[in-house]
């Protein structure tokens, strides 16, 4: 038989727990609205305010300025000449006269290849000359003779002018001989590898005692052009009207180069060229900036970051900071009369790093949100407040 009358003290027990669980959970609700709210007149990251959400931001105006106009771009550095030095003549390597890294001038020798079987070559061209110079020699004299007894009708037409015939044959045949003496002068000369530009060397590729030939695609070494020295980067498309704009009224342009976004100046030049099309796959257009680099700072294939200057320019600006960009372009939150923040797109001009110039979308006295933008959507109630705020009041102990 069943024992009833245990049910109602389990029902009671049941709702005693209901009820302790229901009151913990509102105690645990109130501390962390309390919390939330940072007590009264508190600056916590969100509160609740007349039943909304509000979000901390700072906010800075948009104001008439007057900023540098700055394009920025990664470049690359990009020595004015580059050569491998190659063999002209195959040979032995007999000598080195350059260090791994050296410094050189147009017309110094780098390096040596054994010259003695040129040598010997030259001297057989010099040989043949000599014989054939003596024929010749002969042949003239002859035919001088022939030509007074032609005089005399002492000798056949047909014998005078084979003595003719035969002075040109050699006459050629001299020709023939000073270029075969000039090509073997010229072979002996290439066993001396001159520097055909001045540079800078590279690591050595050959040591000596090897054969080094003319097919040789490595070459003995690699010599690059350094002082001046040359950037290449590229430019939007849409930045090129400015840029020639500025070219026209000043045709040498300043351009630095800085090492990273924060670094110091590596170097101050000015742009030389612009390209002559525009790249159809990146919409995009090349520059050629070029730098005397004395001190040699700047290395071929060296990444740099560039800023070309191309005057001042006055207009609406504002913190560059506050710029946003997605899939629809640039744009800024905009904090209306009713303290909501509203997306507004824009279009921007140059910047110099700090302010950039506002071409379309906004107007003067107008204020944009500069911090707390990642916590913003369209129509987002705000709260302003001064910059820091809100590190300072969430510090150590909060």
């Known amino acids: 038989m069943i024992n009833t009358t245990t049910r109602p003290a389990w029902t009671r027990r049941r709702i005693l727990v209901w009820a302790a669980a229901l009151g913990l959970l509102a105690l645990v609700l109130w501390g962390v609205w309390r919390g939330g709210a940072g007590g009264p007149g508190g600056s916590g990251a969100s509160r609740f305010q007349m039943g909304g959400l509000?979000?901390?931001?700072?906010?800075a105006p948009v104001e008439p300025g007057r900023i540098d106009r700055t394009l920025r771009a990664l470049g690359t550095v990009t020595p004015l000449a580059t050569v491998t030095i190659r063999a002209r003549v195959d040979g032995p390597l007999q000598s080195v006269a350059f260090t791994d890294g050296q410094s050189v001038r147009a017309g110094d020798v780098l390096a040596v290849i054994d010259p003695e079987p040129f040598r010997v070559q030259l001297d057989r061209a010099l040989g043949q000359q000599m014989q054939h110079a003596a024929q010749l020699d002969q042949a003239r004299r002859d035919l001088a003779r022939y030509e007074q007894l032609f005089k005399q009708d002492s000798v056949a037409r047909q014998q005078l002018d084979a003595a003719r015939a035969q002075v040109r044959e050699l006459q050629g045949q001299a020709k023939a001989d000073q270029a075969a003496?000039?090509?073997?002068?010229?072979?002996?000369?290439?066993?001396?590898?001159?520097?055909?530009?001045?540079?800078?060397?590279?690591?050595?590729?050959?040591?000596?005692?090897?054969?080094?030939?003319?097919?040789?695609?490595?070459?003995?070494?690699?010599?690059?052009?350094?002082?001046?020295?040359?950037?290449?980067?590229?430019?939007?498309?849409?930045?090129?009207?400015?840029?020639?704009?500025?070219?026209?009224?000043?045709?040498?342009?300043?351009?630095?180069?800085?090492?990273?976004?924060?670094?110091?100046?590596?170097?101050?030049?000015?742009?030389?060229?612009?390209?002559?099309?525009?790249?159809?796959?990146?919409?995009?257009?090349?520059?050629?900036?070029?730098?005397?680099?004395?001190?040699?700072?700047?290395?071929?294939?060296?990444?740099v970051q560039v800023h070309l200057r191309l005057g001042v320019q006055d207009g609406l600006t504002l913190p560059l900071r506050a710029v946003q960009r997605g899939s629809q372009g640039e744009y800024v939150y905009r904090v209306d009369a009713e303290h909501k923040a509203r997306v507004v797109p824009v279009v921007?001009?140059?910047?110099?790093?700090?302010?950039?110039?506002?071409?379309?979308?906004?107007?003067?006295?107008?204020?944009?949100?500069?911090?707390?933008?990642?916590?913003?959507?369209?129509?987002?109630?705000?709260?302003?407040?001064?910059?820091?705020?809100?590190?300072?009041?969430q510090g150590p102990g909060s």
Do not use: C, H, W
């Not at 342009?253 to 790249?279: C, E, K, M, P, Y």
């Not at 906004?362 to 369209?378: I, N, S």
């Open 54 to 59: 509000t979000t901390p931001v700072s906010v």
């Open 181 to 303: 003496v000039d090509d073997a002068r010229l072979q002996l000369g290439y066993t001396e590898i001159r520097a055909p530009i001045d540079g800078r060397l590279g690591l050595r590729k050959v040591d000596v005692g090897n054969m080094i030939r003319v097919s040789d695609t490595d070459g003995l070494v690699v010599l690059t052009q350094s002082r001046p020295i040359d950037v290449v980067f590229s430019i939007p498309q849409t930045r090129l009207q400015a840029l020639l704009e500025a070219r026209r009224s000043t045709p040498d342009l300043q351009v630095r180069l800085f090492s990273d976004v924060a670094g110091a100046t590596l170097a101050t030049g000015t742009l030389v060229a612009v390209d002559n099309q525009i790249d159809v796959a990146t919409g995009t257009v090349r520059l050629k900036a070029r730098f005397d680099n004395t001190d040699e700072t700047l290395f071929p294939n060296q990444f």
């Open 348 to 393: 921007t001009g140059v910047d110099d790093g700090e302010r950039v110039v506002i071409e379309s979308g906004l107007q003067a006295g107008e204020r944009v949100v500069v911090e707390g933008t990642d916590r913003l959507r369209d129509g987002s109630a705000v709260e302003i407040i001064a910059p820091g705020a809100e590190d300072a009041a």
